[in-house]
């Protein structure tokens, strides 16, 4: 290391730069060694694995509509990425945005459809609002439980996303299902409810975008940030400090929450138009996957969100052209996600020169 | 011998009182209504296997200092390769073997990196589960059908006692196995060497270490051979309990293991009774439902676990304690 | 010469800071020899490497006349090497006997035989003279008797050579004097004994030879019967140590703190102070001496607002109740506190010196406003604490964990003092701190009592507590049990007094 200092050559000092950017580079090494092993997978599956990542951003990107449905799917990526990171910033792991979101999709399907008739300025911040908060009330519980009772939140939020499931299936088999409709589904929305699009570019997702600076600033310039990121990295120094954990445990889990409610709400105003079972599947999941893709930085959620987003959408045409099942999108993920997150392969790139991974979540039982 | 047994007795008076009371009211339920008593508690039971064997999983991890948050992807995978595994083989008991060595892979896999390379223990258990998720998910193909149903063995004499006898003691291997593991693992921890040395490395592992204890060596190889217990209660689910595979099939059962685990305070008897109350509470619900004494959608019954899961912990958490460096990754040199 | 453990020009380095320098010593059958050294001198790496807890990076360690490196702990003790630990080695939910045969565990078939275990237990006590329950369970046993297990522990296993690690930290004078008489004992029977510390009467009063560290290297070698405190402590210091911090009298005002009737609990729900009572007035320093547990710990937090009070009050500057605030508010009042454990409470790691020199005063209107951080402020307020208080660092943007035990010690003294505190609660203020650093913390704090501060000052270091306060309370058992003015204090009587004695 001493050598390269000195002689400066030119591979030298672009080894420096990739050292001190590694939170970049390794992300993108894995990434690239994931499609490898991918690749593999795909053809023992007996495909071109180069045709089928053709196929599959070509669909993603330059078919049709392709981009619009990348760019629409990336829009609840992005927040529920986010709503993941923003917890972790505090050492929560929370792994219910799944159900926050789905929480927040129905609540602001209810009020888009029985606002029915009102004007736009009130029915469509309305319907937002309603998906922000239901997210933020589903996500307080497992604040609570964690701040007041020391419930571990990785379980609780797991325990809360079953019992989302089981009571939205509930509502919308019967109170709030469509009339004489046999699917499980509420109405649609009403028109001046929807989010629509600028071009390819949905509105929601330059709103997502602008939230994310909104968050990465909140986190970086202001008090509460700075609160946040004490208490993920030393608890102890944080109470000496006066803060008040157990209220910014719950604070950070309603941001956390909110943020997929908001997810859940523009996957309903902006393509669902209705809350329907089976619609929404994994986008919370994603969110774990993007916010550790992202190392839990806001604004790095963007790129993450948007690849993760092209793989989803190109998903089906790869089907179509090869055959290969869309699950090939979660494998890749998998793969993605172990190489990231595995400390071992910063140090085997960077050796003593890696970054040291810090333990990002809080104890058990405490 | 009797004056043992009579300390003993005044030594754990509480769960003395509790399991005389639990048994007379057992035995009664029994003999109000016979065919009732044996179908719940069989339902508890057969409930219960999974999250015991699971429970256990974590036992052994916590107690030498890992959490183990990926016990669920370890039951997804090993459910999926030991169905798959028969299916393809043709043998069920290659079946088995398979499912069972997938769990422990998959343990390894959790010990290496948490303990050897120092991951955030609840990242990478985690990111097994999702990992889990995605192989089982991609490589599913709907339409096998298992060689052959896993066979029932009845174990002489303590089959033949009522209403226990055909809850507990006729049952294929993973279900006769349980009960085997949960006395094995309960002497293994109180009464052994390793048991001393396992509860060491998780309460204070640098006094371990001083004591000539390899804590490293001994937390890989307890979290890879708890393995083996993830397999038997994943490739229970789909050899035993139902003879398929369904993505996502385990259901958060990993999960509701870790509760029960505090639930039952890191003792493997202790687990075994909770997990049979979260059992017969869900039993009894459905049985409520059923006999329309009470009208609760199904979707509410379905959800009893969980929430139930969710009391627990609020109530349970503060009032047990868990072992001391769990979640804490154990550096050399550094006590 | 048939030295029992030689040890032959070994190195070692923790990253950039090389711990030991090319150290040589030795060792003969049943003689006592001290390591001597300040914190951080490499006394506790030496040790380590030749129980082999950490390898060395250059150099042998010879054990009987084996030169074969000490693989880890279980290969010393094959070798016959036995260590009591600073920080006690023992599980505290299990009992003794567990802990002593732990690693060494006696079995009948595949059982553990708990009986062996405790006929071992009370066979080796009986050899010191020592009566202990092998059943009871650490936690339940006062820290002078969990020492005595760590010592069981390690003669179970049949040692030649005994090390220990800063042993008397911890313990009451009383509980000094039985140790030290348990060394002899055991060096008569043959028994050759490492002892770590850094407190002079007690090496020349037990060792034979002892080495003095400093800097990880090897400052000198001498015979106890050839030296006296004042040589061994300028080797220690290597330069004439000032024993005496200067200060004017003090000139006691106002009152600033008012404590009656105080009890709180420890962690384990046990009373630690209990029905306490002190003042502290503006302009004066208050030290409180005592054997470390005694409720110091759970008095500092209960003041600093971190600790839940069961009953008595708390008043500050005369008027503010703050029994029931927490430590947000108490900071607000003006009250600063320097923590007893820097590293756990005083400073977050990662983050720069800017932002850990703003810690608990991050929201006030100088570096916040409307909730948004002014890092114009923040990095000036760095840099002029940096100069001030002298912290050796490259920058203000670097970050705590980088900077060594003395200057991390700097930051957080120079951010309470920032505050201009008109009430400082100061515990362990120089803990593993260099000697430089020492004195100029202590400068520090005898300052902002001249500028008007009343200071309380709580230090496990009875020199520390007698040459930096004005008036000294003495606390026992979470009570207050004397009070006197630090002039001309006989630290013999205070000694008596800390653990109970009249």
């Known amino acids: ?366 | 011998m009797v004056n043992t047994l009579l300390r003993y007795i005044s030594n754990h008076k509480l769960s003395f009182f509790t399991s005389v009371i639990v048994i007379v009211g057992m035995y009664w339920f029994y003999f109000v209504d016979a065919i009732r008593a044996e179908s719940m508690l069989g339902f508890a039971w057969r409930y219960s296997i999974p999250l015991v064997l699971a429970a256990m999983v974590g036992i052994i991890g916590e107690r030498s200092g890992v959490v183990n948050i990926g016990i669920e992807g370890q039951m997804l995978t090993s459910a999926f390769i030991g169905f798959f595994g028969a299916a393809y083989t043709g043998s069920l008991i290659m079946g088995m073997f398979l499912g069972v060595g997938t769990g422990v892979v998959m343990g390894a896999f959790l010990a290496w990196t948490t303990v050897k390379w120092q991951m955030d223990q609840i990242i990478a258990g985690v990111v097994l589960n999702i990992v889990a998720a995605g192989i089982t998910s991609f490589y599913y193909t709907q339409g096998q059908l298992l060689p052959t149903l896993m066979p029932k063995w009845s174990v002489p004499i303590l089959s033949d006692i009522p209403l226990i006898g055909p809850v507990f003691f006729e049952r294929g291997f993973f279900g006769l196995a349980t009960l085997v593991f949960v006395v094995l693992l309960q002497i293994m921890l109180f009464r052994t060497r390793w048991g001393l040395r396992t509860r060491a490395i998780g309460e204070y592992p640098s006094a371990a270490d001083t004591a000539g204890i390899d804590v490293i060596k001994m937390r890989i190889v307890n979290v890879t051979i708890a393995g083996a217990l993830a397999g038997c209660a994943g490739a229970y689910l789909s050899l035993e309990a139902t003879s398929t595979f369904e993505r996502g099939f385990t259901a958060g059962r990993g999960f509701l293991a870790l509760a029960i685990l505090i639930f039952g305070a890191w003792y493997p008897n202790r687990v075994m009774f909770a997990a049979l109350f979260f059992g017969f509470t869900t039993a009894l619900a459905s049985q409520l439902q059923a006999d329309k004494v009470v009208d609760i959608p199904q979707q509410f019954v379905n959800l009893l676990p969980y929430v139930m899961t969710l009391i627990v912990l609020a109530l349970a958490v503060g009032r047990v304690r868990p072992p001391a460096a769990v979640g804490q990754p154990f550096v050399k040199g550094s006590g | 010469m048939n030295a029992l453990i030689e040890v032959k020009g070994v190195s070692k380095s923790f990253g950039k800071v090389e711990a030991n320098k090319n150290l040589s010593m030795y060792v003969n059958p049943g003689e006592i020899v001290a390591l001597l050294g300040e914190n951080g001198a490499g006394k506790s790496t030496l040790v380590k490497q030749i129980f082999g807890l950490i390898t060395p990076d250059e150099g042998t360690i010879t054990v009987k006349g084996d030169a074969t490196p000490i693989k880890d702990p279980s290969d010393a003790i094959e070798r016959g090497i036995g260590m009591v630990h600073q920080h006690f080695q023992l599980v505290p939910v299990m009992s003794v006997a567990e802990n002593i045969v732990l690693g060494n565990e006696p079995v009948k078939g595949l059982r553990l035989n708990l009986n062996d275990a405790r006929t071992l237990v009370k066979e080796i006590a009986s050899k010191i003279g020592m009566d202990v329950d092998p059943d009871i369970a650490i936690e339940d046993l006062p820290v002078g008797t969990q020492q005595r297990v760590e010592i069981l522990k390690a003669l179970s296993r049949k040692v030649d050579l005994l090390i220990l690690d800063e042993p008397t930290a911890v313990l009451t004078p009383q509980e000094t004097d039985e140790l030290l008489e348990v060394m002899r004992s055991l060096a008569r029977s043959g028994t050759a004994i490492v002892f770590i510390t850094h407190k002079l009467r007690e090496v020349l009063a037990v060792a034979d030879r002892i080495y003095v560290l400093r800097d990880g290297e090897l400052a000198g070698e001498v015979h106890a019967s050839d030296t006296n405190e004042a040589a061994l402590a300028q080797l220690m210091v290597g330069r004439e140590v000032v024993l005496r911090v200067h200060k004017i009298p003090a000139a006691p005002k106002s009152e600033v703190l008012n404590i009656s009737g105080l009890s709180v609990l420890d962690d384990r729900k046990l009373v630690a102070v209990n029905n306490l009572s002190l003042n502290v007035k503006a302009g004066e320093i208050v030290g409180v001496a005592g054997v470390e547990g005694n409720g110091q710990r759970e008095l500092v937090e209960a003041i600093a607002g971190m600790r839940k009070i069961e009953s008595g009050t708390i008043i500050a500057f005369g008027k503010e109740d703050i029994t029931k605030s927490n430590p947000f508010k108490i900071h607000a009042l003006g009250i600063g506190h320097i923590p007893e454990d820097r590293e756990k409470h005083g400073l977050v790691a990662s983050y720069s010196l800017a932002d850990n020199l703003v810690l608990n005063r991050f929201s006030e209107p100088e570096f916040a406003s409307r909730g948004v951080r002014n890092f114009k402020a923040i990095n000036e307020n760095a840099d002029e604490l940096i100069e001030k208080f002298d912290i050796r660092t490259s920058s203000s943007k670097a970050s705590a964990a980088s900077l060594s035990g003395g200057n991390k010690q700097k930051v957080v003294v120079a951010r309470e003092l920032s505050a201009e505190p008109g009430l400082l609660i100061a515990a362990q203020p120089t803990r593993g701190v260099d000697v430089g650093s020492i004195e100029f913390i202590h400068n520090q704090i005898v300052a902002a009592r001249d500028s008007g501060a009343g200071v309380l000052l709580v230090s496990a270091e009875l020199d520390e507590v007698l040459s930096l306060a004005d008036r000294v309370l003495v606390i026992h058992k979470g009570q207050i049990v004397a009070e006197m003015q630090s002039e001309g204090a006989d630290r013999v009587a205070i000694g008596r007094l800390m653990t109970g004695g009249h």
């Open chain 1, 1 to 366: 290391m001493s050598e390269q200092i000195q002689t400066r050559s030119p591979l030298g000092r672009i080894w420096d730069i990739a050292v001190r950017y590694q939170a970049i580079v390794v992300p993108v090494v894995a990434l690239t060694l994931a499609f490898t092993i991918g690749g593999v997978l795909i053809a023992l599956q007996g495909v071109n694995p180069l045709i089928a990542y053709e196929s599959l951003f070509r669909a993603a990107l330059f078919s049709g509509d392709g981009l619009l449905r990348t760019l629409q799917k990336a829009t609840p990526l992005i927040l529920t990425g986010m709503a993941v990171s923003i917890a972790l910033r505090l050492g929560l792991f929370n792994i219910g945005a799944q159900g926050q979101l789905i929480f927040g999709a129905l609540a602001s399907a209810y009020f888009g459809y029985s606002l029915a008739g009102a004007p736009t300025i009130v029915i469509l911040p309305t319907a937002i609002a309603a998906g922000i908060l239901a997210g933020a009330m589903w996500a307080s519980i497992a604040g609570l439980l964690k701040a007041y009772r020391g419930v571990h939140e990785v379980i609780s939020t797991i325990m809360l996303n079953s019992i989302a499931y089981g009571l939205i299936e509930f509502l919308i088999s019967g109170p709030l299902q469509e009339p004489d409709q046999v699917l499980l589904r509420t109405p649609a929305v009403a028109d001046n409810a929807r989010l629509g699009n600028i071009g390819s570019v949905p509105v929601a997702f330059i709103g997502a975008v602008l939230l994310a600076f909104l968050v990465a600033w909140m986190l970086n310039r202001t008090t509460t940030g700075f609160q946040f990121n004490t208490v993920g990295k030393n608890k102890f120094a944080a109470l000496y400090s006066g803060m008040k954990i157990s209220r910014l445990t719950v604070l950070a889990m309603v941001f956390s929450g909110g943020l997929a409610g908001l997810g859940g709400a523009i996957e309903t105003l902006g393509i669902v138009h209705r809350y329907e079972s089976g619609f929404n599947v994994g986008l919370g999941f994603d969110g774990i996957t993007i916010a550790l893709l992202a190392r839990a930085n806001p604004l790095a959620t963007i790129p993450a969100a948007l690849l993760v987003a092209m793989l989803r959408a190109g998903s089906a045409t790869l089907q179509f052209d090869t055959g290969i099942k869309p699950e090939v999108v979660d494998l890749l993920l998998a793969i993605t996600l172990l190489l990231v997150s595995i400390p071992v392969l910063a140090n085997i790139l960077f050796r003593d020169r890696a970054q040291k991974q810090e333990n990002v979540t809080s104890g058990w039982g405490s």
